[in-house]
């Protein structure tokens, strides 16, 4: 196959990677990393510009979910499923947590970045929320 026909890349490390980034799109993958795990996580974003979509391709990922507007109201997590498409809203707060083996495929704005894509520190009561989501 000639190069200039198609492109083929690879990811094995860990962590969130664009992968390709194409006029108004970029798809990226996300593997585990340390600070994912459930009791690492300390955090939440949204994406004032962009919908995120998820497709858990192997392992076990939870998508959390902290409703919308300038703070985080009502949590609420689902267990994805492999192969399913996942759509997180735009302006909706939410963080992840993968096993050791997941990797998620991600598509989202090729201009989706720390500009656009506010961070807030969860609660003490917030992070025990996100916890017990988890185990259920």
């Not at 996580?41 to 990922?61: A, P, R, W, Y």
């Not at 939870?62 to 609420?76: K, R, Y």
Request: hydrophobic share 35%.
């Amino acid at each position: 196959m000639e190069k200039q026909y198609i492109d083929i890349t690879a990811y094995e490390g860990e962590g969130y990677k664009p992968m390709i980034d194409y006029m108004s799109w970029r798809v990226a993958m996300l593997r585990y990393c340390e600070e994912l795990e459930v009791q690492n996580l300390k955090t939440m974003q949204q994406h004032n510009e962009s919908d995120e979509v998820f497709i858990l391709l192997k392992g076990s990922c939870t998508l959390f979910t902290g409703g919308l507007g300038e703070a985080i109201n009502h949590m609420d997590a689902v267990k994805m499923e492999p192969l399913k498409l996942y759509n997180v809203k735009r302006g909706v707060w939410h963080t992840h947590t993968l096993d050791k083996e997941a990797t998620v495929l991600i598509v989202e704005n090729q201009d989706t970045s720390d500009l656009n894509s506010p961070v807030v520190k969860l609660t003490e009561e917030q992070i025990r929320n996100l916890k017990e989501l988890y185990l259920q």
